[in-house]
T-cell receptor, first 114, second 114 residues
Framework: GDSVTQMEGPVTLSEEAFLTINCTYT??????LFWYVQYPGEGLQLLLK?????DKGSNKGFEATYRKETTSFHLEKGSVQVSDSAVYFC?????????????FGKGTMLLVSP | NAGVMQNPRHLVRRRGQEARLRCSPM?????VYWYRQLPEEGLKFMVY????????ESGMPKERFSAEFPKEGPSILRIQQVVRGDSAAYFC????????????FGEGSWLTVV
């Protein structure tokens, strides 16, 4: 079945550092890929997405490129802020049954200190 | 344009009681999904519903859990005779269509069983 593997956290960075959170996936077809962010005590917010190979999703300074050859969708940001502290979830949606449900990774906590 | 609305946000139940969680999808969305997030785990798919129909309940525990999405009113996730292991965050999500449509999440309902 489908699965998503994320690097374990927490990832601890100083403000303005470069961020990479690795995400790899296994899927039988051609999934759409997502990054969701969960701030403390809140629900999930869609951060960015990519629907086909080589697409780059971007939002709020975050980027991720859909790499079919390496089955990866790593999240990057050039300069993190304290307000980026949250849990980040990588997810895929395959929809082979004619509808889409999401398969999530376990999440990676990011802690940014001033 | 209101997002996915869930209530209650926090619910405390004693073992053996019933828990009812409600979800109103985004305006114009007719597809509803329920996910569960156990402590320190990623989100797991539970059930996918359209109006008056359960499409996929492959992630629902076989006993005590049920879901509905009536023609009028919110979707309801019902947990009968709750146990401590049911303590989790339950997230509802909705989408406009099916395949490859972006899924939007509510802020979650945190169930604590004491």
């Amino acid at each position: 079945g489908d699965s998503v593997t994320q690097m374990e956290g927490p990832v601890t960075l100083s403000e303005e550092a470069f961020l990479t959170i690795n995400c790899t996936y296994t899927a039988t077809g051609y999934p759409s890929l997502f990054w969701y962010v969960q701030y403390p005590g809140e629900g999930l917010q869609l951060l960015l997405k990519a629907t086909k190979a080589d697409d780059k999703g971007s939002n709020k300074g975050f980027e991720a490129t859909y790499r079919k050859e390496t089955t990866s969708f790593h999240l990057e940001k050039g300069s993190v802020q304290v307000s980026d502290s949250a849990v980040y979830f990588c997810a895929l949606s395959e929809g082979n049954s004619g509808y889409s449900t999401l398969t999530f990774g376990k999440g990676t906590m990011l802690l940014v200190s001033p | 344009n209101a997002g996915v609305m869930q209530n209650p946000r926090h619910l405390v139940r004693r073992r053996g009681q019933e828990a009812r969680l409600r979800c109103s999808p985004m305006k114009g969305h007719s597809h509803v999904y329920w996910y569960r997030q156990l402590p320190e785990e990623g989100l797991k798919f539970m059930v996918y519903l359209q109006k008056e129909n359960i499409i996929d309940e492959s992630g629902m525990p076989k006993e005590r859990f049920s879901a509905e999405f009536p023609k009028e009113g919110p979707s309801i996730l019902r947990i009968q005779q709750v146990v401590r292991g049911d303590s989790a965050a339950y997230f509802c999500a909705s989408s406009q269509g099916q395949h490859r449509d972006t899924i939007y999440f509510g802020e979650g309902s945190w169930l604590t069983v004491v």
